[in-house]
Nanobody, 120 residues
Framework: QVQLVESGGGLAQAGGSLRLSCAASGRTFRTYAMGWFRQAPGKERDFVAAISWYGRITNYADSVKGRFTISRDAAKNTVYLQMDSLKPDDTAVYYC?????????????WGQGTQVTVYS
């Protein structure tokens, strides 16, 4: 059984920062990419960022480039999303994901999601 457990969501003021974590367990993800998606109320789930197993390749949505940073600790099977210069438009439920590549065109596993709310 694969489990992805997110943490670190919450409330932040515009311009502030939050750090999300996602710990994976249940199998070896040695050849997989890990990443984040988000879904705002009434909208589709959108790709945010992804990172390859060894962290050499990263991929970001244009809307978060320069503000968000994805990283991972392979030994801990954990991926992080550092979110800086937050905007109210970043408000969404953030989902951790595991996929074959950093393009995340196909997601194999999803986390339960963590709420991020940014107020102005």
């Amino acid at each position: 059984q694969v489990q992805l457990v997110e943490s670190g969501g919450g409330l932040a003021q515009a311009g502030g920062s939050l750090r999300l974590s996602c710990a994976a367990s249940g199998r070896t993800f040695r050849t997989y990419a890990m990443g984040w998606f988000r879904q705002a109320p009434g909208k589709e789930r959108d790709f945010v960022a992804a990172i390859s197993w060894y962290g050499r390749i990263t991929n970001y949505a244009d809307s978060v480039k320069g503000r968000f940073t994805i990283s991972r600790d392979a030994a801990k099977n954990t991926v992080y999303l550092q979110m800086d210069s937050l905007k109210p438009d970043d408000t969404a439920v953030y989902y951790c994901a595991v996929g074959a590549t950093t393009a995340m065109t196909s997601v194999d596993y999803w986390g339960q999601g963590t709420q991020v709310t940014v107020y102005s």
